[in-house]
């Protein structure tokens, strides 16, 4: 089935530049992967977020999370738009609806992460995610940018860092937000929900064989941006 809502790609589109970023929770891709495209004037794919939007549009709908056929038509339904605020964040619209916070909770990332075990959910994003593809160029990323959804990107990293290091930068990036979280609780739901992705039959999280793997422990953000920026450049 192809989603009536993606146009279908120019020739230049179908050949613009892409750099992958995938890699764990936490392993810093989002705010690296923003920084990046902001530096190269890049488009930007936060490709967990359109996950995240079909778990909350599921919910929102009352839907069985168990129920394959009710969350593809909601994979392929759920209007889920990217909005730039003024304060520099990307504000996520589902079906109309500033749900960008409710998207950054644990809960909503291990909904994204059991729908995103259902093989036909992640068919259903496919053209959804290409069609982010545009000149002059793309940072994607997620789990599976590097292996499955742009396999001839010219550019791969795979960001990794200690569990206690990712779940730390979860816990300040909750705190920040207001949202209260407890740090044993966060730890261990982070390293379920990726033993989840990484053990999945479809599309697990590992990196391409042509990716290069970057360990951000005890990196700082300008550090880990500028490795990957050296490839690119
Ligand atoms: O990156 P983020 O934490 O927002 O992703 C939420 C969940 O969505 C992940 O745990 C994973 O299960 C799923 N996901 C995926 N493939 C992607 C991006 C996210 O399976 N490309």
Redesign the pocket.
């Known amino acids: 089935m192809s989603d009536p809502a993606v146009p279908t790609p120019s020739a230049d589109a179908r050949t613009a530049a892409v750099l992958t970023i ?1 890699g ?3 392993s810093g ?2 705010t690296i992967s923003r920084l990046i495209a902001s530096r190269l004037g890049w488009h930007y794919l ?7 939007g079909v ?1 909350v549009a599921a919910s929102w709908a009352g839907l069985d999370l168990a129920d394959p056929a009710a969350l593809v038509r909601c994979a392929f339904d759920a209007q889920i738009r990217f909005e730039d605020a003024a304060d520099g964040e990307l504000r996520v619209i589902v079906n109309g609806v500033d749900a960008t916070d409710e ?1 950054r909770t644990e809960t ?3 909904a ?6 259902v093989p036909e959910v ?1 068919s259903a994003l496919k053209e959804r ?1 290409r069609a982010f593809r545009r000149p002059p160029g793309l940072v ?6 590097g292996t ?2 742009f396999p001839d990107a010219a550019f791969k990293v795979f960001l990794t860092a200690s569990p206690d290091e990712r779940a730390e930068r979860r816990y300040k990036q909750l705190k920040d937000k207001g949202v209260s979280v407890i740090f044993d609780d966060l730890l261990r739901e982070i390293l379920a ?2 033993a ?2 990484a053990n ?1 039959a479809v ?1 697990p ?1 590992r990196p391409a064989d042509d990716a290069v793997c970057i360990d951000t422990t005890g990196l700082g953000i300008d550090t880990v941006v500028e490795r990957v920026l050296a490839l690119v450049t």
Not at 140 to 145: E, F, K, L, V
């Open positions: 995938d764990p929770s936490g891709k989002g936060d490709s967990g977020a359109l996950y995240r778990g998207l909503a990332g291990a994204a992460s059991a729908i995103a075990a992640r995610q994607a990323d997620g789990r599976d940018m499955v959804i929900r990726d989840r992705d999945r599309a999280l």
